[in-house]
């Protein structure tokens, strides 16, 4: 069984960094495209950052220039940099990963981030 843990959420005033961990039980990394996810309360789960195996990455406009998602396939890591954040991105971000042989997602349980205005 694949488990995803997140770590490293927390309170954080508004214009501050926090540093997301997602670390994953056994090696799904090295072939699987990881994703950070958030959700706002009342709002809909949306993606924010993904990296593929080959270390590309894409990141919602949002978040550009801010955000910086990275991997370590040696420890079976991901993680999300966030730098300069708002008081809107308040919310529960989640780690997911898409393994492409064979074809599954696995989620987190999700860390929650609470920026202060």
């Known amino acids: 069984q694949v488990q995803l843990v997140e770590s490293g959420g927390g309170l954080v005033q508004a214009g501050g960094s926090l540093r997301l961990s997602c670390a994953a039980s056994?090696?799904?990394?090295?072939?699987?495209?990881m994703s950070w996810y958030r959700q706002a309360p009342g709002k809909q789960r949306e993606l924010v950052a993904t990296?593929?195996?080959?270390?590309?990455?894409s990141y919602v406009d949002s978040v550009k220039g801010r955000f910086t998602i990275s991997r370590n396939n040696a420890k079976n890591t991901v993680y999300l940099q966030m730098n300069s954040l708002k008081p809107d991105e308040t919310g529960v971000y989640y780690c997911?990963?898409?393994?492409?042989?064979?074809?599954?997602?696995?989620w987190g349980q999700g860390t929650q981030v609470t920026v202060s205005s």
């Open positions: 990296i593929t195996s080959g270390r590309t990455t």
């Open positions: 056994r090696s799904i990394f090295s072939d699987s495209v």
């Open positions: 997911n990963a898409v393994s492409p042989s064979p074809l599954r997602t696995y």
